[in-house]
């Protein structure tokens, strides 16, 4: 689960990284460059706030533009101005300019410190020479008065009255000529200075925007966030069951964790691929009680996946020297498009006569037990013919048999439908001891793993745990041949004996009827006879035989 959780998140990475570069190279570059512009008095007390709209101001950008792009007649932006930010305690103002181009940036950076110096030197020379006009006018004005002053007192006696007041008139505005001419002289002298540039607009290296490490990581942080979202929608937020920790959520025992070379023909004790089920044998065994023999094996979602698992398992049973029956109860879909898995198809035996022939009473159980090649310990009834199948895995006569092999034989592995197929499951595990669920990943729901442990809890059979199994189990055995084109094995009815090799049973017994007959076996045995010895004649009276495939209360 751990490696799965890292693999999302290293792909969700990878993804991000990847949409990352894409923007950055779909992102126009973005390059700034600042240049420091020390502001000095013109006369009046400098205000930097006020200084810093100048420089933002409509006239300092258009100035810029048409210096950046040499057309003062249409000047076009080739970049913004982004901030001008004065530098506390000092007269110094920082401008910052960005462009799409680092030379663009540094070069309008250059242009707006120009353009708002040479605004401000317009603007102080203005101001002085407003000043100087106002100071000529006041000039003329004076010396107007004083020349009126003077000839008033050339044509007025020295000792007339008057003589006195306008001596004094005289001498004052030929002071205030004497102020003005001086403030005139002044102002004329006087030198504009509105600032300078004290650090010049550098060329940037690298562009600020996009800023690749910054977005490369973020998009790498998406990306790792995306993966473990879609971690934990593929498996706590799924409907379906992913891996063993989905089934622990159920408090169901993860009995084995299969990888998907395990699903194969059962294979020797050397056998990778047998060894995987040695181990699952061993856990089962060791979860068994000795009165334990009768073994279901089903599936939480329709499949084949619990028939590999019950072949396999009892093949396993089979090699540590203990006496198999594997009954194929779970009967193949003839009319799917896909290709079936049967336990013929596994262990290479006839197709018929099987469980269903028997119960629907076409043939004996002894005729259809067989036993596995290369494990002569290992027998196997299969499902039988298909057409009578319906309600006859629910009916008294199937548990009989259930009950029967498990007084001849030391373990019966029941291969049965899966839980969500219908009702067989439920009522073929109201007679095994113990049952084994098979979860095929990707495939079976929560639910369905669910509804399974309630249906075998309500019939009181105790669930060993669970298989899980990996999604797409294996094809058939058949090759590329499908289900409907096989041609249907079935056991030689004029064997003389039933000694056709490989078959069990070579004489008639009590088994040797229909189905209904069966119904005489649900009491106890005294003791285990092996499957292969004759069975002696019984001499308990039959009760009526009821309708072959009639189901139990």
């Known amino acids: 689960m751990r490696a799965r959780f890292w693999l999302r998140v290293g792909t969700g990475v990878a993804a991000g990284v990847a949409v990352g570069v894409a923007v950055i190279v779909l992102t126009p570059a973005a390059y700034r460059s600042s240049t420091s512009v020390l502001v000095e008095s013109v006369g009046t007390e400098v205000n930097m706030g006020t200084e810093a709209e100048l420089v933002r101001s409509t006239g300092t950008a258009t100035d810029a ?19 001008v930010r004065p530098v506390p305690g000092t007269s110094v103002m920082v401008l910052t300019y960005e462009a799409p181009t680092a030379q663009t940036a540094r070069d309008g950076a250059t242009a707006y410190a120009e353009a708002y110096l040479a605004g401000r030197r317009e603007t102080a020379k203005t101001a002085i020479n407003d000043q100087i006009d106002a100071a000529q006018r006041q000039l003329d004005d004076v010396r107007t008065q004083l020349g009126q002053v003077e000839a008033l007192l050339a044509a007025t006696p020295t000792n007339s009255p008057e003589a006195g007041s306008l001596w004094a008139t005289q001498a004052s505005l030929t002071t205030q000529s004497v102020s003005l001419a001086a403030q005139l002289t002044a102002l004329q002298a006087t030198t504009v200075d509105p600032g300078r540039v004290v650090a010049q607009a550098n060329l940037p290296s690298a562009p600020v925007r996009p800023n690749r490490p910054l977005w490369l990581g973020i998009a790498a942080a998406a990306g790792a966030g995306g993966g473990g979202v879609l971690h934990l929608s593929r498996t706590r937020w799924s409907r379906r069951v992913r891996d063993a920790a989905d089934l622990r959520r159920h408090q169901i025992t993860v009995l084995a964790d299969l990888e998907p070379a395990a699903l194969v023909t059962p294979g020797g004790h050397q056998d990778p691929n047998g060894r995987a089920f040695n181990r699952l044998r061993n856990e089962v065994v060791a979860a068994l009680a000795p009165e334990d023999h009768t073994l279901l094996v089903t599936g939480a979602a329709p499949g084949t996946a619990s028939t590999l698992v019950a072949a396999n398992l009892a093949a396993a049973l089979a090699r540590a020297d203990n006496d198999v029956a594997l009954v194929g109860a779970s009967v193949p879909d003839l009319d799917s498009t896909e290709q079936a898995v049967t336990l013929a198809g596994i262990f290479d035996l006839a197709d018929i006569p099987g469980l269903t022939d028997v119960l629907a009473g076409r043939t004996t159980l002894a005729r259809t037990v067989q036993r596995a090649p290369r494990s002569p310990r290992l027998k196997v009834i299969t499902p039988g013919g298909t057409a009578s199948a319906a309600g006859l895995l629910q009916s008294e006569g199937a548990r009989s048999v259930l009950r029967l092999l ?5 373990y019966v592995i029941v291969d049965a439908p899966s839980t969500s197929a219908g009702a067989d499951a439920q009522s073929l595990a109201s007679v095994a001891d113990v049952a084994v669920l098979v979860v095929e990943a990707e495939h079976a729901q929560h639910a369905q793993v669910a509804d399974a442990a309630t249906q075998l809890s309500r019939v009181g059979t105790r669930l060993l745990g669970a298989v899980l199994v990996p999604a797409r189990v294996p094809t058939s055995p058949y090759g590329s041949m499908s289900t409907s084109e096989r041609v249907v094995r079935a056991i030689p009815a004029t064997a003389p004996g039933h000694d056709t090799p490989g078959w069990i049973g070579d004489r008639t017994g009590p088994l040797d009827g229909p189905t209904s007959k069966l119904e005489i076996l649900n009491r106890p045995t005294r003791a285990r ?20 495939g009639t189901a139990s209360p």
Not at 72 to 80: I, K, W
Not at 529 to 548: G, K
């Open 65 to 83: 533009a048409a210096r950046l792009t040499g057309d003062p007649a249409h000047p076009q932006a080739l970049g913004r101005l982004v901030s």
């Open 406 to 410: 498990a007084t001849r034989t030391r």
């Open 529 to 548: 006879v092996p499957l292969d010895d004759p069975v002696p004649d019984d001499p308990v009276e039959e009760p009526a035989p009821p309708t072959a």
